[in-house]
């Protein structure tokens, strides 16, 4: 087998059928799939179990409920394919989508990582599509990556990985958005980065999902992941994007301040370090900002930098 598909289980009885068939319909067929049943208290596994028996590509692991980071990680450790990927079983992929890029992935044993496209919030007011154009990224990959704004879908479920850049790597346990704390380390691992334009995942609308619950603990991981990522680019003189990740940063924060639950000794320490490092005027004039952008993030120099907290409490985002 080329492909490990790795499929994390929990409570997903409506969508799981949706999400295997999927899998089991592509026309590239040397893959594994690997169903990870994290303690579903309804009949999920008993679904799964009838899949496994129709199959024999198909292998079932239940385990007691340890979160989506837990299952992604146990689906690692049984993987026995070069190639993983990762699809959440509320999600599906469309037709064809593993025969062109495990292809090109066959064909140049170079690439490390493939990402495809993906429809976001597919069926939501919101839905839209990131798309790529067969783009090979090569040398200094994490500073290409930030400057291509790939933080900006961090998602785990739309890329092919070689197996091997998850020696010493899994999903942080316990932790909302941790597709946003694993992808950056992921790409430096990297040496080729590939941007297929073949294929398509189906990141379905969830509204019951974590990241929808609106508390500090659930929302602070994504300010934390991007701000660590602002405070790298500073770091490695990446001046190209401190610019856009300041302004991610900024946003986050605003976003953060907004819950009722927040810590406010967090938000104030972490609010000093972003306006320190407000990036000066003539760069943010260069970094392709909207004129909209740029009004509201003059307005912050303007008023100064002991005002940040005022203008996080006025519940706008920038």
Known sequence: MHLSVIIPVYNCAGYIDRCIESVLAQSFREIEVILVDDGSTDNSGD??????????????????????????NKGIDHATSPYITFI?????????????????LLKN??????????????GAPDAHTIKFSGALIENDIFRKWIALKGYQ????????????????????????????????????????????????????????????????????????????????????????????LWLVSLNLLTDLRRCQDTDHRYITAASAYIES?????????????????????LTTVI????????????????
Not at 48 to 56: H, M
Not at 88 to 104: G, H, Q, S
Request: aromatic share 10%.
């Open 88 to 104: 959440d079983a509320d999600d599906e992929v469309a037709n064809d989508t593993f025969a062109p890029n495990m292809n090109i």
């Open 47 to 72: 679904i799964c179990e009838e899949w496994a028996k129709k199959d024999n590509r198909i292998r079932l692991i239940h385990q007691v409920n340890g979160g989506l980071s837990a299952a992604r």
């Open 277 to 297: 490092n407000r990036p000066p005027l003539d760069v943010i004039c260069r970094s392709g900002f909207t004129f909209k952008e740029c009004i509201k993030i």
């Open 303 to 318: 008023i100064g930098a002991t005002n940040l907290t005022k203008i996080l409490s006025t519940n706008r985002s920038l």
């Open 153 to 244: 879908h961090c998602y785990a479920c739309n890329k092919i990985y070689k197996t091997e850049l998850f020696n010493s790597l899994r999903f942080p346990i316990g932790e909302s958005f941790e597709d946003a704390a694993i992808c950056p380390e992921i790409i430096k691992k990297t040496s080729v980065l590939y941007l297929s334009e073949y294929g398509r995942y189906i990141y379905h609308s969830n509204g019951n999902g974590i990241t929808h619950k609106y508390t500090f603990n659930n929302q602070e991981p994504l300010f934390r992941h991007n701000y660590r990522l602002l405070k790298e680019a500073i770091d490695r003189n990446y001046k190209e994007s401190v610019a856009q």
């Open 109 to 122: 044993s170079n690439i490390d990582l493939l990402e495809y496209p993906i429809d976001v919030h597919f």
